[in-house]
């Protein structure tokens, strides 16, 4: 005898069926799965063959880093920072899809990305790999809002692990992204270390190095001309102070924006702190340092109010720029002669 046909058990099967499927679409959609995964891929899974990245907003301002062997370039003219280079390489392999704005946000997102967003490309061997726009953050501060070029809309993108926004890391201000080594030269190929300081002349000394390693210590007066050779000397403190030049850096540079830009006139106009001049085999370089003046209600070790900041120190640099230094950052190159005794 056959069964009939339980058409209502079917009818509820089929509903549970279209129902779950719904739920687990949303879901899906909830967590970021859709079935156009390219608007909203970002990464760069071998970023070692990215040998270009352009960056550029709307003020308007361009930054250019391009690898050149094993060193980035910015601009073409200048070796890049390589911690910043590495840290947006990181971002470019880790970014990830975090969740899908609503749609009622769209308009507001897509607004703060023309008004404050940056553009970026990506170069593998000449050809435009990733071409994107970075935009604000989400409103919990742990994404941001990114946007493939063609794409339809934003997406919410974030590093796992990572508490925050990414924005900051595509940043185009070219004094940001330059290498703040002051001389990078290494002790081998030092040929002369030469620092004068205006208020103490009996600590300036100047040290040469000829091509077979030898060292020779001189004092010198202020104008650096008149010089007394220094007979006995610790070689140990003469290697050590020289090795000091290979890693000495800067704090940041100083722009037209920061109100003392327009006050280099009158900081010129007043004593030194010190005066340092450095030269390798085909290169040389100059520093002359002035007092940073102390906070209004900045006291020293004995209680008394100071006159100039003790730890920073402005600078102008032979090629041009002009920084703030750190004294900490300078301890090995601050020496008097009586170091090398």
Do not use: C
């Not at 308007?60 to 590495?86: C, F, M, S, Y």
């Not at 990305?113 to 409103?139: A, D, L, N, W």
């Not at 085909?282 to 900045?298: C, E, G, R, T, W």
């Amino acid at each position: 005898m056959k069964r009939k046909l339980d058409w209502k058990r079917w009818l509820l099967w089929i509903l549970a069926l279209v129902v779950g499927g719904y739920v687990l679409y949303q879901y899906n959609l909830a967590q970021g799965i859709d079935s156009r995964p390219q608007e909203y891929d970002f990464a760069v899974s071998d970023t070692s063959s990215i040998d270009k990245i352009v960056i550029w907003d709307k003020t308007p301002d361009t930054v250019v880093l391009e690898r050149k062997e094993k060193i980035w370039i910015v601009n073409g003219q200048h070796r890049a920072r390589k911690d910043a280079v590495e840290v947006l390489l990181e971002t470019l392999f880790r970014v990830k899809l975090r969740n899908f704005p609503q749609a009622s946000a769209l308009p507001n997102i897509l607004s703060g990305m023309s008004t404050y967003g940056r553009e970026v490309q990506v170069f593998s061997r000449g050809e435009v790999i990733k071409h994107f726009f970075v935009g604000t953050e989400t409103p919990d501060m742990l994404g941001t809002y990114m946007m493939i070029r063609g794409a339809d809309q934003p997406y919410a993108t974030y590093i796992p692990g990572f508490n925050g926004y990414l924005s900051s890391r595509f940043f185009v201000r070219e004094d940001l992204w330059r290498d703040r080594t002051l001389f990078g030269i290494d002790n081998k190929s030092l040929r002369m270390a030469q620092i004068r300081y205006p208020d103490s002349a009996q600590a300036n000394f100047r040290l040469t190095q000829a091509s077979d390693g030898s060292y020779a210590l001189y004092h010198v007066n202020l104008d650096g001309k008149k010089t007394v050779w220094i007979e006995s000397v610790r070689e140990e403190s003469v290697r050590v102070y020289s090795a000091a030049f290979r890693s000495l850096s800067y704090e940041g540079m100083i722009i037209p924006s920061d109100g003392i830009f327009k006050k280099q006139d009158s900081l010129r106009a007043t004593q030194p702190a010190f005066l340092l001049d450095v030269s390798s085999e085909n290169q040389s370089f100059s520093l002359v340092a002035y007092h940073v003046k102390a906070d209004p209600d900045a006291v020293g070790p004995d209680g008394l109010p100071l006159t100039f900041d003790p730890d920073r120190f402005y600078a102008f640099l032979s090629d041009g720029r002009f920084v703030l230094i750190q004294r900490h950052g300078f301890q090995q190159a601050l020496v008097s002669l009586r170091s090398f005794y």
